[in-house]
T-cell receptor, first 116, second 113 residues
Framework: GENVEQHPSTLSVQEGDSAVIKCTYS??????FPWYKQELGKGPQLIID?????GEKKDQRIAVTLNKTAKHFSLHITETQPEDSAVYFC???????????????FGQGTILTVHP | NAGVMQNPRHLVRRRGQEARLRCSPM?????VYWYRQLPEEGLKFMVY????????ESGMPKERFSAEFPKEGPSILRIQQVVRGDSAAYFC???????????FGNGTRLTVT
């Protein structure tokens, strides 16, 4: 089955700096890679996702890059703000095909702290 | 649009009791997933259901755990004879069809004393 490794486990940055979180996956059939933000006491919130037919996707201060050959993908947050502080999870799945669906394999999470 | 609704938010059970966790998917969503999150860990898939059908329960322990998603009403995750190791946050997610993205609820935090 799929295995997803996420690094770093904790990340501390100053407000305004950039933050990068990296994930590697093992199953070359995986084709959908979401990123979730989880705040204390809440459920994971989808912040951005990418499919394997593209290499990069941006949404304002957030971007995700995908390297299918190396089987890794990264989350980039620019101009970080204190409200970006949360736990971030990457995930992967194979969402194509008759027997495939949204069964996500998650990374272990990164605790991001943005200092004012 | 209401999101995925889970209740209760917190549930305390003594060892040996039963726990029932409920999940109402987003409006228009007929596909439900249950995930478990142990302290300081990522989420682990448990079960995937469509209305009246269990599609994949490969992540669910073989004993004491069961799930259903009836034609009417919420999806239910049932844990019989709870043990301390069942203490965790249980999250439900829904999608409108077989494919992602998945939208998560705020979870039920189960504590077994």
């Amino acid at each position: 089955g799929e295995n997803v490794e996420q690094h770093p486990s904790t990340l501390s940055v100053q407000e305004g700096d950039s933050a990068v979180i990296k994930c590697t996956y093992s199953d070359s059939a995986s084709n959908y890679f979401p990123w979730y933000k989880q705040e204390l006491g809440k459920g994971p919130q989808l912040i951005i996702d990418i499919r394997s037919n593209v290499g990069e996707k941006k949404d304002q201060r957030i971007a995700v890059t995908l390297n299918k050959t190396a089987k890794h993908f990264s989350l980039h947050i620019t101009e970080t703000q204190p409200e970006d502080s949360a736990v971030y999870f990457c995930a992967a799945t194979n969402s194509a095909g008759g027997t495939s669906y949204g069964k996500l394999t998650f990374g272990q999470g990164t605790i991001l702290t943005v200092h004012p | 649009n209401a999101g995925v609704m889970q209740n209760p938010r917190h549930l305390v059970r003594r060892r040996g009791q039963e726990a029932r966790l409920r999940c109402s998917p987003m409006k228009g969503h007929s596909h439900v997933y249950w995930y478990r999150q142990l302290p300081e860990e990522g989420l682990k898939f448990m079960v995937y259901l469509q209305k009246e059908n269990i599609i994949d329960e490969s992540g669910m322990p073989k004993e004491r755990f069961s799930a259903e998603f009836p034609k009417e009403g919420p999806s239910i995750l049932r844990i019989q004879q709870v043990v301390r190791g069942d203490s965790a946050a249980y999250f439900c997610a829904s999608s409108p069809n077989r494919a992602p993205p998945l939208h998560f609820g705020n979870g039920t935090r189960l504590t077994v004393t």
